[in-house]
């Protein structure tokens, strides 16, 4: 089952980062697949979490590496909206590893959050950075 699909619509038209968001794709749905069936199985939550946050951190460590080379101007506002699903992720994390009843808004939270900042916040860093001469996917 697939929760979010990457679409050319998704494209902030920086090569890499489109291709760590679709990786991110791929693992989120994965992850979301497999926590709704492992709930209180701490060992494989817990490596499913970690596999979600490394990559999560890996990939804003990219785009927090073009922002702050290039100058983006609103690379904190991006930053701290990074911030944000790294604390959901964890708000998730604590709940099903202590066994507590997933709440739904937690998973709704973090595909909405994601498909929002791509459409929003990335496509308008992407906007940024092609303008000045990074290259683009398309
Ligand atoms: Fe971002």
Redesign the pocket.
């Known amino acids: 089952m697939s929760y979010i699909s990457w679409t050319p619509d998704h494209s902030v038209g920086v090569e890499i980062v489109d291709q760590q968001h679709k990786q991110l794709f791929t693992i989120l749905n994965r992850f979301l697949e497999i926590a709704a069936h492992e709930r209180g199985n701490v060992g494989n939550l817990s490596v499913l979490f970690e596999n979600l946050r490394n990559y999560a951190d890996t990939h804003?460590a990219t785009?927090d590496e073009l922002m702050r080379a290039r100058g983006y101007p609103n690379r904190e506002r991006?930053e701290a909206?990074?911030a944000i699903f790294l604390d959901k992720l964890s708000e998730l994390e604590v709940g099903m590893l202590t066994g507590m009843a997933i709440d739904e808004r937690v998973p709704a939270f973090l595909l909405q959050w994601i498909n929002k900042?791509i459409l929003v916040?990335?496509k308008r860093?992407g906007a940024f950075l092609a303008a000045q001469g990074e290259d683009r996917a398309d």
Do not use: G, L, V
Request: glycine share 0%; net charge negative.
């Open positions: 804003f785009e991006h909206e990074h900042h916040e990335d860093m």
